[in-house]
Each structure stands twice: as structure tokens, then as C-alpha cells.
């Protein structure tokens, strides 16, 4: 294909993987998005004298840009050739227009905590189009890479979440902080409280309980990292630690199925 004709898909459009040549071919455009969209995003909070979010959009950028680079690399020393050469576009959540990324206007409507909701609903999708390659396909090296390629955008959800959540605490400040738990024990209790989940309905419309539980889960990890803010005991921490990336694992194949359910 020559670059005239490449074709554009979404996280609900992206071709069959059958091969390491289809996969990173969608790599290496996701990758080419988020750099523009994080391009996009830094100027928007500059232009909002927001210049710590601008600096980490720009860091953003920076990574993914890294991060195209190094797939190539990569696809290069494995002798991989991508099937095509694909445009991709991100998915634009409710409450967020094309308007809001222009280089002009949309500026008010785009605050900090949106454009990190942006940036967490996107990379949560690549990090759940990625998990579900790794689970579902017979092709070992296929398997290999996805999982490889899921751990990057894992570490890219972590460090967004954390800023979108200092994003929501400025906007709400002066809410009652509810109490955390303070001991190991008290992590335990709290974790077993919250383990038990709802089942899907095995009939009808799924999307309220989709919703339901996304909430139940940003729930979870906004308090597992108030915990890991607060505690000083390093084994609570890293209790801690390791619920909070069980949770986003849950939230990014929860985002994903809503989001597909919405597109369908």
C-alpha cells in the first residue's frame, strides 16, 4: 500500500492478528497516534497554563515516539515485515469533542482532568486490545509480543491514573476524605470485602451493569492509591501495589467491552 491509500481504523476496526506482520502493523500505527494525540494534548494545556500536565504530555509524547521507534527496531531485527501501513484514530470519550484537540479553540472545554480522561480510556484500550491478542491467539510469537507490548501500556495507565486522580482532587477540593485502611490486616479485610463481583446478565442490555461496575472498580483503585500515598508500612504498600494493577487490568477489559457494546 502506498501511504495515499492507507487505511484508517479505530480499536473496533483493527484487522484480524493472524501474525506478528498484522500486529505490528497496528502497533506501529497506535503507537504514531498517541504521539500526535499527546503532541495535541501538551499544547492544549499549555495554552490552559497548565505547564506540570503540558510537561507530562510532552514526556507522553516523548515515550510513545520512543516507543514507535523501537518497534520498528524491533520488527527489523525479527525480520517482520508489517502487513500494511494503517492510520489509526483514538476513541474520543462522551464529553470530549475533535473541537477540544484543534489547534484552535476548545480550550476551556478541555480541562485537566478531561484530557487525562482521554489519555487513561486510550491507553486502557491498547492495553486491553493487547491482553485479549495474547489470550486468544494459537500463534506462540504472536503471544509473546502482544504481552510484551500490554506491559508498556500498563506502565502508561498507572502514571496516568495517578495524575487524573490529583486532577480530580484539585477540582473537588474540600471533599471529606473517607478513612483508609492503615495495617496489612485492614488491607486484607477491605480487599475481601470488595472481591466479590456482580455477574453480567445473561439476558437483556448489559451496558448499566457494565457502567456499574466500571465505577465499583475507579472506586477501588482511587482508595488503593490513597493507601499507597499514605501508608508507611512498605509491606502494606506493596500490597497495595499489587491490587491496584489487578484493578486496572479489570477496569481496561471492563472499558473495552463498554466501549464496544456502545459501538455496536
Known amino acids: 500500500m502506498t501511504s495515499d491509500a492507507r487505511r484508517t481504523v479505530t480499536f473496533d476496526s483493527v484487522p484480524f492478528i493472524a501474525a506478528p506482520e498484522d500486529l505490528f502493523a497496528v502497533a506501529t500505527a497506535m503507537e504514531h497516534e498517541a ?123 498507572a502514571l496516568l491514573r495517578l495524575e487524573r486522580r490529583r486532577a480530580w482532587r484539585q477540582e473537588h477540593a474540600g471533599a471529606p476524605a473517607e478513612p483508609l485502611p492503615e495495617t496489612l490486616a485492614d488491607l486484607e479485610a477491605w480487599l475481601a470485602s470488595r472481591m466479590p463481583l456482580h455477574e453480567p446478565p445473561r439476558d437483556g442490555d448489559r451496558r448499566p451493569w457494565l457502567v456499574a461496575e466500571i465505577r465499583r472498580q475507579e472506586d477501588d483503585y482511587d482508595t488503593l492509591m490513597r493507601v499507597i500515598d499514605r501508608a508507611e508500612d512498605e509491606t502494606v504498600v506493596r500490597a497495595a501495589q499489587g491490587a491496584a494493577a489487578a484493578v486496572l487490568r479489570r477496569l481496561a477489559l471492563l472499558r473495552d467491552a463498554d466501549a464496544a457494546d456502545r459501538s455496536a
Open 35 to 157: 504521539t500526535v494525540r499527546y503532541r495535541q494534548l501538551a499544547a492544549r494545556m499549555s495554552e490552559r497554563d497548565e505547564p506540570q500536565l503540558a510537561a507530562l504530555f510532552r514526556r507522553l509524547e516523548a515515550m510513545e515516539s520512543e516507543h514507535e521507534a523501537g518497534i520498528d527496531a524491533w520488527a527489523a531485527r525479527e525480520t517482520i515485515t508489517p502487513a500494511e501501513h494503517l492510520t489509526f484514530r483514538w476513541d474520543l470519550p462522551e464529553g470530549i469533542s475533535p473541537a477540544a484537540l484543534a489547534d484552535v479553540g476548545g480550550v476551556e472545554a478541555l480541562t485537566p482532568w478531561k484530557a487525562l480522561d482521554l489519555a487513561v480510556h486510550n491507553e486502557e484500550r491498547a492495553f486491553a486490545f493487547y491482553v485479549q491478542i495474547a489470550a486468544r491467539t494459537d500463534h506462540a510469537r504472536v503471544r509473546t509480543y502482544a504481552e510484551r507490548m500490554a506491559a508498556e501500556e500498563l506502565e502508561h495507565v
